[in-house]
T-cell receptor
Framework: EDQVTQSPEALRLQEGESSSLNCSYTVSGLRGLFWYRQDPGKGPEFLFTLYSAGEEKEKERLKATLTKKESFLHITAPKPEDSATYLCAVQVRSGGSNYKLTFGKGTLLTVNP | GAVVSQHPSWVICKSGTSVKIECRSLDFQATTMFWYRQFPKQSLMLMATSNEGSKATYEQGVEKDKFLINHASLTLSTLTVTSAHPEDSSFYIC??????????FGPGTRLTVL
């Protein structure tokens, strides 16, 4: 069974205090790993897709990396507006030509001013 | 680009009634649409996958006769919760995909069944 585990469940940082979120996965036939940001009461907002070990992607204060077993979302000098739940999802084949996402439970990030 | 809308954003209904939720891709044609359910402080759980013009594929444990999905066009999918009960109260989110890669999510619909 495909499994995605995110840690920590919650993280509280001071503004400017850099840190990393972890996403470890056990899947058969990984096609891609996705990071999303979700604000309370909203749908997830797409951040990154990573396809192969060693790949890195950056967007503003965020950088995502991928190994064969886990992915990290590094947050450099975070600001209060970075506060959100960050979701990791793995994409696997679900039959025919369809692919589906299996999500982790997310990391709730709070950045205090 | 890649904007997905949902309507309504919230709905309250009485037990036993049916509720329809619409999901639209506004600026692209979605070959595949997905429906998820999210309970408080839980992650997204995939309910079903639908391709335009085809029957939806439901995940194990999801009752297809209770959660009716119609994907009539490349920009519109609907989820109808039939004979809703309080345990169906949840946050329902759709997503749309242009190809087999990135899914873009709608803002979600909060369903409360009294």
């Amino acid at each position: 069974e495909d499994q995605v585990t995110q840690s920590p469940e919650a993280l509280r940082l001071q503004e400017g205090e850099s840190s990393s979120l972890n996403c470890s996965y056990t899947v058969s036939g990984l096609r891609g790993l996705f990071w999303y940001r979700q604000d309370p009461g909203k749908g997830p907002e797409f951040l990154f897709t990573l396809y192969s070990a060693g790949e890195e992607k950056e967007k503003e204060r965020l950088k995502a990396t991928l190994t064969k077993k886990e992915s990290f979302l590094h947050i450099t000098a975070p600001k209060p507006e970075d506060s959100a739940t960050y979701l990791c999802a793995v994409q696997v084949r679900s039959g025919g030509s369809n692919y589906k996402l299996t999500f982790g439970k997310g990391t709730l990030l709070t950045v205090n001013p | 680009g890649a904007v997905v809308s949902q309507h309504p954003s919230w709905v309250i209904c009485k037990s036993g009634t049916s509720v329809k939720i619409e999901c639209r891709s506004l600026d692209f044609q979605a070959t595949t649409m997905f429906w998820y359910r999210q309970f408080p402080k839980q992650s997204l759980m995939l309910m079903a996958t639908s391709n335009e013009g085809s029957k939806a594929t439901y995940e194990q444990g999801v009752e297809k006769d209770k959660f009716l999905i119609n994907h009539a066009s490349l920009t519109l999918s609907t989820l109808t919760v039939t004979s809703a009960h309080p345990e169906d109260s949840s946050f329902y989110i759709c997503s749309a995909s242009l190809n087999t890669d990135t899914q873009y999510f709608g803002p979600g619909t909060r369903l409360t069944v009294l």
